[in-house]
């Protein structure tokens, strides 16, 4: 289970301190959030140089401007700091881990 941030600091220096960071961004009342987040967690756990947190947009409303969030479940991933990939609301899993491969494929040398 992914562990859940509580506070923008947390993100932050998640942020500023690894290479690469999952982020995925869900709301209290959001059915596929609930849905998606248990068929999310095992695919994460297949790429364990990625650092993967959770982050409820309900309680640190200031992350939907932040990262410009219009819908829920949103799943950013962040290489060195910058937003290098983002999915939202109807995530097709396959392509998803396809698209992780790519990346942690092209980044395995740097990091």
């Known amino acids: 289970m992914f ?13 500023q301190n690894e290479d690469l960071f999952f982020l995925y ?8 959030c609930h849905s998606l987040l248990p068929q999310l967690e095992p695919i994460m756990e297949r790429y364990p ?3 993967s947190r959770q982050v409820i947009v309900d309680e640190i409303p ?6 410009s969030i219009f ?11 910058k937003e290098y990939l983002r999915e939202a609301r109807f995530v097709h899993l396959d392509q998803f881990q396809s ?13």
Do not use: M, W
Request: net charge positive.
């Open 3 to 15: 562990e859940l941030l509580k506070n923008e600091q947390d993100i932050n220096h998640f942020l």
């Open 25 to 32: 961004i869900s709301k209290y009342n959001c059915s596929v």
């Open 49 to 51: 140089r990625i650092v």
């Open 62 to 67: 200031a992350l939907a401007s932040k990262f």
């Open 71 to 81: 819908t829920a479940p949103v799943l950013l991933l962040f290489v060195n700091g």
């Open 99 to 111: 698209k992780l491969d790519k990346v942690t494929l092209q980044f395995s040398g740097g990091f």
